[in-house]
Protein backbone atom coordinates (compact mmCIF):
# COMPACT_ATOMS: atom_id res chain seq x y z
CA UNK A 1 0.00 0.00 0.00
CA UNK A 2 1.36 3.38 -0.74
CA UNK A 3 2.29 4.68 2.51
CA UNK A 4 2.35 8.13 0.72
CA UNK A 5 -0.92 9.68 -0.85
CA UNK A 6 -0.61 12.88 -2.84
CA UNK A 7 -3.11 14.48 -4.57
CA UNK A 8 -4.36 15.50 -6.69
CA UNK A 9 -2.62 13.09 -9.17
CA UNK A 10 -2.32 16.28 -11.71
CA UNK A 11 -3.37 19.53 -11.56
CA UNK A 12 -4.27 22.07 -14.23
CA UNK A 13 -4.47 25.53 -13.45
CA UNK A 14 -4.77 28.99 -15.27
CA UNK A 15 -1.75 31.27 -14.46
CA UNK A 16 -2.72 33.66 -11.41
CA UNK A 17 -4.29 31.37 -9.77
CA UNK A 18 -3.57 29.53 -6.11
CA UNK A 19 -3.79 26.50 -5.80
CA UNK A 20 -2.58 23.31 -2.97
CA UNK A 21 -1.11 20.08 -2.91
CA UNK A 22 -1.68 17.76 -0.41
CA UNK A 23 0.29 14.74 1.11
CA UNK A 24 -1.24 12.51 3.73
CA UNK A 25 -0.07 9.40 5.21
CA UNK A 26 -1.39 7.05 8.14
CA UNK A 27 1.72 7.05 9.77
CA UNK A 28 3.62 9.70 11.32
CA UNK A 29 5.86 11.40 9.39
CA UNK A 30 9.26 12.36 10.53
CA UNK A 31 10.90 15.18 8.12
CA UNK A 32 8.31 15.69 5.30
CA UNK A 33 10.74 17.70 1.97
CA UNK A 34 8.90 19.04 -0.46
CA UNK A 35 10.66 18.49 -3.65
CA UNK A 36 10.24 19.71 -7.15
CA UNK A 37 11.55 18.07 -10.36
CA UNK A 38 11.13 18.58 -14.23
CA UNK A 39 10.91 15.18 -15.87
CA UNK A 40 14.24 13.36 -16.33
CA UNK A 41 15.74 15.62 -13.90
CA UNK A 42 16.92 15.55 -10.55
CA UNK A 43 14.84 17.25 -7.56
CA UNK A 44 15.21 20.72 -6.46
CA UNK A 45 14.52 21.07 -2.79
CA UNK A 46 11.82 23.47 -1.78
CA UNK A 47 11.16 23.11 1.83
CA UNK A 48 11.33 20.44 4.73
CA UNK A 49 8.88 20.27 7.99
CA UNK A 50 9.85 18.76 11.24
CA UNK A 51 7.47 19.71 14.09
CA UNK A 52 4.08 19.67 13.70
CA UNK A 53 1.84 22.65 12.83
CA UNK A 54 5.02 24.32 11.46
CA UNK A 55 4.44 26.53 8.61
CA UNK A 56 6.93 27.53 5.84
CA UNK A 57 7.13 30.35 3.17
CA UNK A 58 9.69 30.78 0.24
CA UNK A 59 8.79 33.30 -2.06
CA UNK A 60 5.06 32.21 -3.34
CA UNK A 61 5.13 28.74 -1.85
CA UNK A 62 3.83 28.04 1.64
CA UNK A 63 4.41 24.46 3.21
CA UNK A 64 2.57 23.27 6.24
CA UNK A 65 2.29 20.02 8.51
CA UNK A 66 -0.34 19.43 10.84
CA UNK A 67 -0.26 18.92 14.73
CA UNK A 68 -0.54 15.22 14.37
CA UNK A 69 2.43 15.51 11.57
CA UNK A 70 0.46 12.81 8.86
CA UNK A 71 -0.25 15.84 6.72
CA UNK A 72 0.95 18.40 5.06
CA UNK A 73 -0.29 20.87 2.22
CA UNK A 74 1.99 22.86 -0.39
CA UNK A 75 0.10 26.39 -1.50
CA UNK A 76 1.02 28.74 -4.26
CA UNK A 77 -0.22 31.81 -4.33
CA UNK A 78 -0.57 33.63 -8.00
CA UNK A 79 1.00 30.35 -9.67
CA UNK A 80 3.16 31.35 -12.11
CA UNK A 81 4.49 29.63 -15.58
CA UNK A 82 7.78 28.44 -13.65
CA UNK A 83 5.98 26.88 -10.87
CA UNK A 84 5.25 24.30 -13.02
CA UNK A 85 6.64 20.69 -12.74
CA UNK A 86 6.00 17.25 -10.90
CA UNK A 87 5.98 17.97 -7.22
CA UNK A 88 7.02 15.44 -4.68
CA UNK A 89 6.14 14.76 -0.83
CA UNK A 90 8.57 12.87 1.13
CA UNK A 91 9.17 11.90 4.37
CA UNK A 92 10.67 9.67 7.20
CA UNK A 93 8.61 7.00 8.84
CA UNK A 94 10.69 6.19 11.33
CA UNK A 95 12.00 8.68 13.90
CA UNK A 96 15.14 10.39 13.75
CA UNK A 97 17.90 9.10 15.60
CA UNK A 98 20.23 11.46 16.06
CA UNK A 99 23.18 9.16 14.86
CA UNK A 100 22.51 9.42 11.08
CA UNK A 101 19.44 8.80 8.54
CA UNK A 102 16.70 6.90 7.13
CA UNK A 103 15.86 6.71 3.68
CA UNK A 104 12.75 9.01 2.53
CA UNK A 105 9.37 7.27 1.37
CA UNK A 106 8.04 9.09 -1.57
CA UNK A 107 4.24 10.31 -2.71
CA UNK A 108 3.28 9.29 -6.35
CA UNK A 109 3.62 13.39 -7.00
CA UNK A 110 1.63 16.17 -8.13
CA UNK A 111 1.95 17.33 -11.86
CA UNK A 112 1.15 20.77 -12.13
CA UNK A 113 0.71 22.60 -15.47
CA UNK A 114 -0.13 26.20 -15.49
CA UNK A 115 -1.93 27.77 -18.62
CA UNK A 116 -1.59 31.07 -19.62
CA UNK B 1 26.18 24.74 0.70
CA UNK B 2 25.35 21.31 0.96
CA UNK B 3 25.47 19.97 -2.56
CA UNK B 4 25.40 16.93 -4.15
CA UNK B 5 27.09 15.52 -7.90
CA UNK B 6 26.30 12.74 -10.02
CA UNK B 7 28.09 11.68 -12.67
CA UNK B 8 27.71 10.61 -15.78
CA UNK B 9 24.00 12.34 -15.62
CA UNK B 10 23.30 9.94 -18.70
CA UNK B 11 24.67 6.83 -19.73
CA UNK B 12 23.76 4.43 -22.64
CA UNK B 13 24.83 0.80 -22.43
CA UNK B 14 24.86 -2.17 -23.81
CA UNK B 15 22.90 -5.46 -22.54
CA UNK B 16 25.11 -7.28 -20.37
CA UNK B 17 28.06 -4.87 -19.26
CA UNK B 18 28.43 -3.08 -16.56
CA UNK B 19 27.90 1.05 -15.35
CA UNK B 20 29.35 3.04 -12.65
CA UNK B 21 27.52 5.63 -10.94
CA UNK B 22 29.25 8.24 -8.62
CA UNK B 23 27.57 10.22 -5.93
CA UNK B 24 29.56 13.16 -4.80
CA UNK B 25 28.83 15.29 -1.46
CA UNK B 26 30.69 18.75 -2.76
CA UNK B 27 31.13 20.85 0.32
CA UNK B 28 30.72 18.60 3.42
CA UNK B 29 30.68 15.04 4.78
CA UNK B 30 28.42 12.28 4.43
CA UNK B 31 28.73 9.50 6.49
CA UNK B 32 25.29 7.73 5.07
CA UNK B 33 24.36 8.40 1.31
CA UNK B 34 20.68 7.17 0.00
CA UNK B 35 20.66 5.24 -3.72
CA UNK B 36 16.76 6.01 -5.43
CA UNK B 37 15.37 4.57 -8.67
CA UNK B 38 12.43 5.93 -10.62
CA UNK B 39 10.98 4.63 -13.29
CA UNK B 40 9.06 6.71 -15.67
CA UNK B 41 6.13 8.61 -14.02
CA UNK B 42 6.69 6.83 -10.79
CA UNK B 43 7.88 7.89 -7.57
CA UNK B 44 11.30 7.61 -6.26
CA UNK B 45 12.23 4.49 -5.04
CA UNK B 46 14.63 3.60 -2.10
CA UNK B 47 16.80 1.09 -3.59
CA UNK B 48 19.81 1.56 -0.45
CA UNK B 49 21.44 2.95 2.47
CA UNK B 50 25.25 3.58 1.55
CA UNK B 51 27.08 3.90 4.75
CA UNK B 52 30.76 5.11 4.95
CA UNK B 53 33.30 2.01 5.60
CA UNK B 54 30.41 -0.59 5.67
CA UNK B 55 28.46 -2.42 4.12
CA UNK B 56 25.04 -1.28 2.54
CA UNK B 57 21.89 -1.81 3.21
CA UNK B 58 19.42 -2.88 0.21
CA UNK B 59 15.71 -2.70 0.67
CA UNK B 60 13.82 -5.97 -0.05
CA UNK B 61 13.61 -7.02 -3.34
CA UNK B 62 16.65 -5.19 -4.36
CA UNK B 63 18.95 -7.46 -5.41
CA UNK B 64 23.03 -6.92 -3.59
CA UNK B 65 25.03 -8.73 -6.31
CA UNK B 66 23.24 -6.78 -8.90
CA UNK B 67 23.52 -3.32 -7.54
CA UNK B 68 26.77 -2.84 -6.17
CA UNK B 69 27.23 0.26 -3.70
CA UNK B 70 30.45 1.15 -2.05
CA UNK B 71 30.92 4.22 -0.03
CA UNK B 72 34.88 3.78 0.46
CA UNK B 73 34.77 7.43 1.54
CA UNK B 74 32.76 10.53 3.45
CA UNK B 75 32.35 12.24 0.24
CA UNK B 76 32.02 9.68 -1.91
CA UNK B 77 29.36 7.08 -2.65
CA UNK B 78 29.25 4.34 -5.98
CA UNK B 79 26.28 2.40 -7.43
CA UNK B 80 27.24 -0.32 -9.95
CA UNK B 81 24.59 -1.94 -11.80
CA UNK B 82 26.41 -5.22 -13.09
CA UNK B 83 25.19 -6.96 -16.17
CA UNK B 84 23.08 -4.49 -16.65
CA UNK B 85 19.41 -5.74 -19.41
CA UNK B 86 16.87 -3.01 -20.19
CA UNK B 87 14.43 -3.75 -17.56
CA UNK B 88 17.34 -1.63 -15.47
CA UNK B 89 16.53 1.00 -17.45
CA UNK B 90 15.56 4.29 -14.83
CA UNK B 91 16.73 7.44 -13.16
CA UNK B 92 19.04 7.07 -10.11
CA UNK B 93 19.33 9.66 -7.37
CA UNK B 94 21.14 9.79 -5.09
CA UNK B 95 20.95 11.46 -1.55
CA UNK B 96 23.51 12.29 0.99
CA UNK B 97 22.81 13.06 4.79
CA UNK B 98 25.57 15.50 6.78
CA UNK B 99 27.67 13.64 8.62
CA UNK B 100 26.85 15.02 12.39
CA UNK B 101 23.86 17.07 10.91
CA UNK B 102 19.83 16.85 11.02
CA UNK B 103 18.08 14.63 9.47
CA UNK B 104 17.90 16.77 6.49
CA UNK B 105 18.84 15.05 3.07
CA UNK B 106 20.42 16.59 0.13
CA UNK B 107 19.91 14.79 -3.67
CA UNK B 108 21.83 14.97 -6.41
CA UNK B 109 20.60 16.20 -10.01
CA UNK B 110 19.96 11.91 -11.13
CA UNK B 111 21.66 9.85 -13.72
CA UNK B 112 19.53 8.44 -16.41
CA UNK B 113 21.10 4.83 -17.56
CA UNK B 114 19.51 3.49 -20.48
CA UNK B 115 20.36 -0.31 -21.61
CA UNK B 116 20.26 -1.30 -25.55
Known amino acids: SQELEQSPQSLIVQEGKNLTINCTSS?????LYWYKQKYGEGLIFLMMLQKGGEEKSHEKITAKLDEKKQQSSLHITASQPSHAGIYLCGAGLLPYSGGGADGLTFGKGTHLIIQP | GAVVSQHPSRVICKSGTSVKIECRSLDFQATTMFWYRQFPKQSLMLMAT?????????EQGVEKDKFLINHASLTLSTLTVTSAHPEDSSFYIC????????????FGPGTRLTVT
Open chain 2, 50 to 58: SNEGSKATY
Open chain 1, 27 to 31: KTLYG
Open chain 2, 95 to 106: SAHISGGGSEQY
